[in-house]
């Protein structure tokens, strides 16, 4: 009877242990989840790549006062470069970012990137969210394997909508915005 009531009690600890396993494994599941935003389809980095890195942005969007391009009597305010540092989720500074685009890390690495699709995202008022694949790289860290890099979470940045005046040519202005960059490298096979 003691063997009996012993060997009910392990196989309810197997069952409590397996509970826990999945219970577990769904939580870490939920974690990258929510680590990883939900994005149109076509700014999903490639199956083959995994997560590497989350930054977050704080800076401006430089835009420079021009003729247009269809009507050279009428100016508008033309995207010139970024200009944002680079902090991880505890504030730490882990970079920066600037005409390239270009992404620097402190320890050197460099990505500069090409924008491979854009989608307006859920902010009107906000620059697009970007994917980018990565064009070139340089050094030996964070940003040196980066293949793919998304702009998402975007808050600010747009240029003003009324455009500018023939007196305001070559008149540059800074307009603050906020992201989230997310760099992604190619998963390592099994």
């Known amino acids: 009877m003691a063997d009996l009531r012993k060997e009910t009690a392990m196989k309810e600890r197997g069952k409590v242990a397996w509970l ?58 033309v995207f010139k470069a970024p ?29 500069a ?21 990565a064009k070139a790289t340089s050094g030996n860290g964070i940003f040196s394997r980066v293949t793919t890099i998304q702009r998402l979470k975007t808050s600010g940045g747009k240029a003003p909508a009324g455009g500018c005046t023939q007196a305001e040519a070559g008149k540059e202005i800074r307009v603050p915005y906020t992201a989230t960059y997310y760099f992604y490298v190619v998963a390592d096979r099994p």
């Not at 942005?57 to 247009?68: L, M, N, P, S, T």
């Not at 600037?98 to 690495?109: C, M």
């Open 113 to 133: 990137g090409a924008v491979k699709a854009q989608d307006k995202g859920p902010d009107a008022g906000a620059i697009a969210w970007l994917l980018l694949t």
């Open 83 to 111: 200009e944002a540092e680079l902090f991880d989720s505890t504030g730490k500074k882990l970079g920066s970012h600037y005409a390239g685009p270009t992404w620097e890390s402190v320890d050197g690495s460099k990505v």
């Open 20 to 77: 826990l396993l999945i219970v577990l494994i769904m939580a870490c599941g939920n974690a990258i989840a929510e680590t990883i935003p939900e994005v149109p389809e076509n700014l999903r980095p490639p199956i083959t790549e995994k997560l590497s890195l989350e930054t977050q942005a704080k800076g401006v969007q430089i835009y420079e006062c021009k003729a247009g391009t269809s009507d050279p009597a009428r100016f508008e305010w």
